[in-house]
Structures are given as structure tokens and as C-alpha cells.
């Protein structure tokens, strides 16, 4: 069974740091990608970073491009989001996603975490 468990939300003061994790186990194939995705109160869950576990290769919407930092640790198969200068648009469930494949994509992931909470306050 996948199972995707986020970790490292919180509560942080605008222009903070914050660090995401998502520890992954189960997944039965290989090679594949990993994602990460928010949705806040009222609005549509939206792409943030994805990275190749294979190649390394990530991808990042513009609106987190520079602010945030996506990484790997495939000894322990762990993914980390890094939030730095945090804006209060930042404010949103943050959620980790796998699908298998080489290519970083911004979409058509099959197995998503429970999702944690990251808030920015002013």
C-alpha cells in the first residue's frame, strides 16, 4: 500500500521559513515523480514543485520560483519542500504526490499524501 505522510507545517510571520517533508513507502514502481501541490480556503488545489527521482530534474510554478526549494533524499525516501521569504498567499494545505515516470509533471499524479497545514501571518 502507497502511503505518502507529510510532516513540518505550522504557523510562521511573514517573509519566515518553513521545511516540508513527505516520507514515501509502498510504491511498487520505479522510476518515479514526486510533487508538491497546495490548495487554500476556497480555491482549486494548484501545482508548486515536482522533482525526478531518478534524474533530478524539477520544475516550480512561477509564483514560488525562487522562494522555494524542492530536494530529495532517496536513501531515505524523503522529499522536502523548502519555504523560505513566506508570503501571506503562501497560506494553504500543502500536500505531497507520486506518479510513476522520469518526466516532471504538473499533473496526472495517482497517490497523494494527507496534506499539512502551512499559515503566514502578517
Known amino acids: 500500500q502507497v502511503q505518502l505522510v507529510e510532516s513540518g507545517g505550522g504557523l510562521v510571520q511573514a517573509g519566515g521559513s518553513l521545511s516540508l517533508s513527505c516520507a514515501v513507502s509502498?510504491?511498487?514502481?520505479?522510476?518515479?515523480?514526486m510533487g508538491w501541490f497546495r490548495q487554500a480556503p476556497g480555491k482549486e488545489r494548484e501545482f508548486v514543485a515536482a522533482i525526478s527521482r531518478s534524474t533530478g530534474i524539477t520544475d516550480y510554478a512561477d509564483s514560488v520560483k525562487d522562494r522555494f526549494t524542492i530536494s530529495k533524499d532517496n536513501a531515505k525516501n524523503t522529499v522536502y519542500l523548502q519555504l523560505n521569504t513566506l508570503k501571506l498567499e503562501d497560506t494553504a494545505m500543502y500536500y505531497c504526490a507520486a506518479r510513476a515516470g522520469r518526466i516532471v509533471t504538473r499533473g496526472r499524479y495517482d497517490h497523494w499524501g494527507q496534506g499539512t497545514q502551512v499559515t503566514v501571518s502578517s
Open positions: 509502498g510504491l511498487r514502481f520505479s522510476p518515479f515523480v
